[in-house]
Nanobody
């Protein structure tokens, strides 16, 4: 059984940076379209970034210019570089990805488990 594994969250001071990672838990799966979301306490889920297989990206206005999604298809890994972090960025961050099963030739959607990002002095 495959799932998405997220890492890289933590506590950072305002103005600092963190990089989140999202990858399939085992080989045999190709990570296709990936969307990053976040959910702050008491707030609804927010779409913040999107990256295609060919690394075309889109960003929410709230993170544009500060966050950058990227990917290494050889490593089957997607990243979210978060710079100039603000307290308002505090949230649980989730990746959502379509995974292509090489053996089964099927495409399914998966959610990462979420990783906490806290921006505080």
């Amino acid at each position: 059984q495959v799932h998405l594994v997220e890492s890289g969250g933590g506590l950072v001071q305002p103005g600092g940076s963190l990089t989140l990672t999202c990858a399939a838990s085992r080989s045999g799966f190709s990570v296709n379209i990936v969307t990053w979301y976040r959910q702050a306490p008491g707030n609804p889920r927010e779409l913040i970034a999107h990256i295609s297989r060919s690394s075309n990206t889109n960003y929410a206005d709230s993170v544009k210019g500060r966050f950058a999604a990227s990917r290494d298809n050889a490593k089957n890994t997607v990243y979210l570089q978060m710079n100039s972090l603000k307290p308002e960025d505090t949230a649980v961050y989730y990746c959502n990805a379509d995974l292509w099963s090489l053996s089964e030739a099927t495409l399914r959607n998966y959610w990462g488990q979420g990783t906490q990002v806290t921006v505080s002095s």
